[in-house]
Structure formats: structure tokens, C-alpha cells
């Protein structure tokens, strides 16, 4: 029998420990293994629990350090003490299990480094994309590949609200509030919509993908607070959907040491693989060579999703103690381990297509100026719309051709000394 140590009864620790007490029709492999103990804030608080109560415990600290225990599961959230605990229990040769993506995408390095030398492993499977399975994919099935570029959605509450928007022009507030209700958001709803555990997913897949360590704060990050439902309605009309996007893109040719990385709303056209994912699902495009293109797609978020990938690591795990026997010393098989870190470009210097809505006074001359202005900064045009407001207003809906984002800045801001214009309303980046 292997013991199993939870940290954490939160909406993914439930999911992991009812899957591990019903293990009937599922891998024999899970009839080997007895959760011995749960660490929990709050004993009170899970009273109601159909479960051993006797497995409850608020010393989290006798977890990572009961000898009986091989795997603790690290289900907390949050950075401490879930990184401090992740280490104690590496020190004291326990594998580890973990879904959190805001420790893995900060501590990587520290935690992997300490697992090698205890020769434990550090699964993460559930810390992107919910259920679905990318960090094996990328570790080792896609391993032979040259991969040039990591494209996902890899919030599911984000997705679920500009759904909701999309399709029942509902409001975004309110959505929040029903995504929580479900179970789908953190409990800072900043860390969902301002695009932070996206920016947390795509540094860990970039990783993985490209061989480097990164630097969190490389990774460049815009949520979704912005988006209108107006904006929502003129992308439609233009042939694009709008989505957070998590984007790590290689450059060929001189800059091929350089990656760029970043999460933000971005016009999808509605013919992309990535417009069609709704709801709370996720999806991760692979492109790599000689592989061409490979699309992950699944529940992104929720109780059952992610504690189906949590279960899996530990079942890993297990499969492996069974194999080498619990004394042995594993090396972290298949895992690149990184020596350098990726260099990031900066967001000003990566060329976009750029879509913008502007509300400018309805006067002669107005567009020809904002023309002007476009023009004298390299800001080639492909489409642009006026549409009649009240009290001789308009609304233009501009898009770009691609163009570094400096310039493209630099043109807003010339727009905003016009006298015509009364405000620039929106701008959100097109995917080429
Ligand atoms: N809040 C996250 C999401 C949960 O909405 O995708 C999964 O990491």
C-alpha cells in the first residue's frame, strides 16, 4: 500500500479524494493507495464530510514529515505555505503532486532543483489546463519536436464570462459572480480576470516547450475587465471572436534565442481552431516541427477536471514505486532540466495586427487627420469603419496591418492631441 498525504480539502482536494476513495471500474492502481492523512485550515469547517474524520489534521507540518506517507499532494493554492511545504516534503523524500500553478510558474527552479537532489518527483499535471493533458505531452510525448509556438486558452473563467457576454450579451460582473458560484475562479477573482493565472500557465507550458527557465514578471499579462459588449458585437461583424489568449511564440532567424510571452484579449478570426472553445473549457494549440499542429481541448477548470489529472500524477507515481521499489533513487525522467533563461521581447517590440475604437466628433476632416497620424508612425490600415452616433458624434472601428507595437502606441497618441477625437475607446491585438 503507498499513503497518500493531502494538503488542501478546497474544490480540487474534494474532486482528488473522492476519486481515491471510489476506486472501482478506474486503474487497479488506485486500490493501492490509502489517503492517510488531510491537512485543512479549519477541521470545523469539513464536519460535514462523509469521510474518516480521523484524517483531518491542522498541523500540515506532520504531513510533509510522517514517514509512512511517500506522496504528499500539495492542493492549497496560493504561494505560502504552499511552496514551504512543497519543500519540506522534497527534504523529506516524498514525491509530490501539485496544481499550483502560481507556485510552479515562481519556484520552479528552487523546487526542481531540491527534487533532483533527493532523486523525488514533482508532478503537475493539474497546475494548466484542468483535465487536460499537456505538461506529459510536452515533456515527453512532443518531445522530438522543434516547438515554435504555445497558443492557448488556459482560463476557463475568463472563457466561461466572454461566452456568457458573447452569447447572452450578459454583463461581466454578473458572470463573474455565476463562475465563482461554479466553482471555476479563484478566490481572488484578479488573478482570473486580469489575465495573472494565464500569465502563471503559459510561463510553466513555455518551460516545458521552448527548454528555459523563464522569469515570471517576463511574462506580460492583460485581463479582460476592458471588454464591452460592444466590442464583442463589432468583432463579430468583422469576422473574429474575442479571447484571452496565452501566447509563447520562438522567433526564427536572428532572434531564435528569443521568445515572445504573453497573455491578453486578442480577435481571434472566427476560422481559428481557438474561436470555437467556449465555456469553461480549454484549449492549448501546439505547433512544432516536424510535428505541424496539435490541439488540446477539454475542461479547463473545476473539481472533477482537474483532480482527474491530480489522480493520474499520483497513479504515475505509484506505477513507478511499484516498478523501482520505494527505496530507489529516481532520476527525473525525460524532464529537460534548464541551465539558462529564455530572453523575453519586449511587448513593444512585437509586431501585431491591432484593432481600435475610437469616438471622434463627426466633422469634416476628422478621419483624414486620424489618417495622418496612423500614416507618420507606419501604421498601414486594413480596414476602417465609421459609424453615426448621437449629437454628431462617430464611432471608427480601425484595423491595422501587423506592426510593432511601438508604432502603433506611438500613433494613439497623436490621435489623443486631436480635437476631433473625444476618446480612443478600446484597442485589443488581432491574431495573425
Ligand atoms: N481559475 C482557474 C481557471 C482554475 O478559471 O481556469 C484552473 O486553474
Same mark, same amino acid.
Given at each position: 500500500?503507498?499513503?497518500?498525504?493531502?494538503?488542501?480539502?478546497?474544490?480540487?482536494?474534494?474532486?482528488?479524494?473522492?476519486? !481515491?476513495?471510489?476506486?472501482?471500474?478506474?486503474?487497479?492502481?488506485? $486500490?493501492?493507495?490509502?489517503?492517510?492523512?488531510?491537512?485543512?485550515?479549519?477541521?470545523?469547517?469539513?464536519?460535514?464530510?462523509?469521510?474518516?474524520?480521523?484524517?483531518?489534521?491542522?498541523? !500540515?507540518?506532520?504531513?510533509?514529515?510522517?514517514?509512512? =506517507?511517500?506522496?504528499?499532494?500539495?492542493?492549497?493554492?496560493? !504561494?505560502?505555505?504552499? +511552496?514551504? !511545504?512543497?519543500?519540506?516534503?522534497?527534504?523529506?523524500?516524498?514525491?509530490?503532486?501539485?496544481?499550483?500553478?502560481?507556485?510552479?510558474?515562481?519556484?520552479?527552479?528552487?523546487?526542481?532543483?531540491?527534487?533532483?537532489?533527493?532523486?523525488?518527483?514533482? #508532478?503537475?499535471?493539474?497546475?494548466?489546463?484542468? @483535465?487536460?493533458?499537456?505538461?506529459?505531452?510536452?515533456?515527453? $510525448?512532443?518531445?522530438?519536436?522543434?516547438?515554435?509556438?504555445?497558443?492557448?486558452?488556459?482560463?476557463?473563467?475568463?472563457?466561461?464570462?466572454?461566452?456568457?457576454?458573447?452569447?447572452?450579451?450578459?454583463?461581466?460582473?454578473?458572470?463573474?459572480?455565476? /463562475?465563482?458560484?461554479?466553482?471555476? /475562479?479563484?478566490?481572488?477573482?484578479?488573478?482570473?480576470?486580469?489575465?495573472?493565472?494565464?500569465?502563471?500557465?503559459?510561463?510553466?507550458?513555455?518551460?516545458?516547450?521552448?527548454?528555459?527557465?523563464?522569469?515570471?514578471?517576463?511574462?506580460?499579462?492583460?485581463?479582460?475587465?476592458?471588454?464591452?459588449?460592444?466590442?464583442?458585437?463589432?468583432?463579430?461583424? #468583422?469576422?473574429?471572436?474575442?479571447?484571452?489568449?496565452?501566447?509563447?511564440?520562438?522567433?526564427?532567424?536572428?532572434?531564435?534565442?528569443?521568445?515572445?510571452?504573453?497573455?491578453?484579449?486578442?480577435?481571434?478570426?472566427?476560422?481559428?481552431?481557438? /474561436?470555437?472553445?467556449?465555456?469553461?473549457?480549454?484549449?492549448?494549440?501546439?505547433?512544432?516541427?516536424?510535428?505541424?499542429?496539435?490541439?488540446?481541448? @477539454?475542461?479547463?477548470? @473545476?473539481?472533477?477536471?482537474?483532480?482527474?489529472?491530480?489522480?493520474?500524477?499520483?497513479?504515475?507515481?505509484?506505477?513507478?514505486?511499484?516498478?523501482? @521499489?520505494?527505496?530507489?533513487? #529516481?532520476?527525473?525522467?525525460?524532464?529537460?532540466?534548464?541551465?539558462?533563461?529564455?530572453?523575453?521581447?519586449?511587448?513593444?517590440? =512585437?509586431?501585431?495586427?491591432?484593432?481600435?475604437?475610437?469616438?471622434?466628433?463627426?466633422?469634416?476632416?476628422?478621419?483624414?487627420?486620424?489618417?495622418?497620424?496612423?500614416?507618420?508612425?507606419?501604421?498601414?490600415?486594413?480596414?476602417?469603419?465609421?459609424?453615426?452616433?448621437?449629437?454628431?458624434?462617430?464611432?471608427?472601428?480601425?484595423?491595422?496591418?501587423?506592426?510593432?507595437?511601438?508604432?502603433?502606441?506611438?500613433?494613439?497618441? $497623436?490621435?489623443?492631441?486631436?480635437?476631433?477625437?473625444?476618446?480612443?475607446? $478600446?484597442?485589443? +491585438?488581432?491574431?495573425?
Amino acid at each position: 500500500m503507498y499513503y497518500v498525504g493531502l494538503l488542501g480539502l478546497g474544490t480540487v482536494g474534494r474532486g482528488t479524494f473522492e476519486i !481515491l476513495s471510489d476506486p472501482a471500474g478506474r486503474n487497479p492502481l488506485l $486500490s493501492e493507495m490509502i489517503v492517510k492523512k488531510i491537512g485543512v485550515r479549519s477541521i470545523e469547517k469539513h464536519r460535514a464530510l462523509q469521510l474518516n474524520q480521523q484524517v483531518l489534521t491542522q498541523d !500540515l507540518d506532520s504531513i510533509v514529515s510522517d514517514p509512512e =506517507i511517500s506522496i504528499v499532494v500539495e492542493l492549497l493554492g496560493g !504561494l505560502e505555505p504552499a +511552496r514551504s !511545504l512543497i519543500l519540506k516534503a522534497i527534504k523529506a523524500g516524498k514525491h509530490v503532486v501539485t496544481a499550483n500553478k502560481a507556485v510552479i510558474a515562481r519556484y520552479r527552479e528552487e523546487i526542481y532543483a531540491a527534487a533532483q537532489e533527493k532523486g523525488v518527483y514533482v #508532478l503537475i499535471e493539474g497546475a494548466v489546463g484542468g @483535465g487536460i493533458p499537456i505538461i506529459k505531452p510536452l515533456k515527453q $510525448s512532443l518531445g522530438s519536436n522543434r516547438i515554435q509556438s504555445i497558443i492557448g486558452i488556459v482560463n476557463g473563467t475568463t472563457n466561461y464570462i466572454l461566452t456568457q457576454m458573447s452569447e447572452n450579451g450578459a454583463d461581466f460582473a454578473d458572470v463573474l459572480t455565476k /463562475a465563482q458560484q461554479l466553482g471555476y /475562479a479563484e478566490a481572488n477573482p484578479s488573478s482570473d480576470v486580469d489575465g495573472l493565472d494565464a500569465a502563471d500557465k503559459i510561463s510553466i507550458l513555455a518551460s516545458l516547450g521552448f527548454g528555459g527557465h523563464i522569469k515570471r514578471e517576463d511574462v506580460y499579462s492583460e485581463g479582460i475587465r476592458n471588454i464591452t459588449a460592444t466590442d464583442i458585437n463589432y468583432a463579430r461583424r #468583422l469576422g473574429y471572436v474575442i479571447k484571452l489568449l496565452a501566447i509563447a511564440r520562438g522567433n526564427a532567424g536572428e532572434d531564435s534565442d528569443r521568445l515572445e510571452l504573453r497573455v491578453h484579449p486578442t480577435l481571434v478570426p472566427q476560422s481559428h481552431p481557438l /474561436a470555437s472553445i467556449n465555456g469553461v473549457n480549454n484549449a492549448i494549440l501546439v505547433e512544432g516541427d516536424p510535428l505541424g499542429q496539435v490541439m488540446f481541448y @477539454g475542461p479547463g477548470a @473545476g473539481s472533477g477536471p482537474t483532480a482527474s489529472a491530480v489522480v493520474s500524477d499520483i497513479m504515475n507515481i505509484v506505477a513507478i514505486l511499484k516498478s523501482h @521499489g520505494t527505496g530507489a533513487t #529516481l532520476d527525473p525522467l525525460l524532464s529537460r532540466t534548464h541551465q539558462h533563461y529564455c530572453q523575453i521581447t519586449p511587448i513593444e517590440e =512585437i509586431e501585431s495586427s491591432f484593432y481600435t475604437r475610437l469616438i471622434t466628433l463627426d466633422r469634416p476632416g476628422a478621419i483624414g487627420q486620424i489618417g495622418t497620424c496612423f500614416g507618420e508612425n507606419n501604421v498601414s490600415l486594413q480596414s476602417l469603419v465609421q459609424i453615426g452616433l448621437e449629437a454628431n458624434q462617430a464611432e471608427l472601428v480601425v484595423v491595422s496591418h501587423n506592426v510593432k507595437e511601438q508604432f502603433f502606441r506611438q500613433a494613439l497618441e $497623436s490621435i489623443k492631441q486631436l480635437e476631433a477625437i473625444k476618446s480612443i475607446s $478600446s484597442v485589443i +491585438r488581432v491574431l495573425d
